[in-house]
């Protein structure tokens, strides 16, 4: 399947943040890791990986920053008003902007091409089946 084009707008729950998305999304995946466990409220995180250039934030957020396993930053911005988790950035990869896919109204076109953190994965959370999964992160 190819990568998805974006053009859409989307809204935390109570609507003071937007977030406005065109362009390709370069990579989709899921994270068991205890971080994004802890950010999603559950098993695992589903996140599209768009361009920086290709997301505008309008609106308030807070964000939360967390050293990563790897060694990277990870900051988690969220609207401080309801909660929603925005988007998170990582000193991994300056460039990119990461997307939680629950932000998304109808985000029938995600999907993972890969599960990374398996190692903190919970044996009751359901995976997509037949995707490669890694450890930590996926090799560079
Ligand atoms: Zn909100
Ligand atoms: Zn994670």
Redesign the pocket.
């Known amino acids: 399947m190819g990568k998805p084009e974006l053009d859409t707008m989307e809204h935390c729950a109570c609507s003071s943040v937007s977030v406005t998305a065109r362009g390709r999304v370069l990579s989709m995946l899921v ?3 205890l ?2 466990r802890k950010a999603t409220g559950t098993g695992h ?1 589903g996140i599209a990986i768009m361009r920086r250039e290709d997301v505008k934030i309008s609106g308030k957020t807070r964000h939360f920053d967390r050293l990563a396993d790897s060694g990277a930053w990870i900051c988690r911005h969220f609207c401080p008003v309801c909660g929603t988790p925005v988007f998170a950035t990582t000193t991994r990869s300056p460039t990119l902007v990461l997307l939680p896919v629950g932000l998304f109204d109808n985000p029938n076109w995600f999907a993972p091409t890969q599960a ?2 398996s190692r903190t994965h919970l044996h009751w959370d359901t995976l997509p089946e037949g995707i490669p999964q890694y450890q930590n992160y996926r090799p560079q």
């Open positions: 994270c068991s890791c971080d994004c995180s990374i953190f």
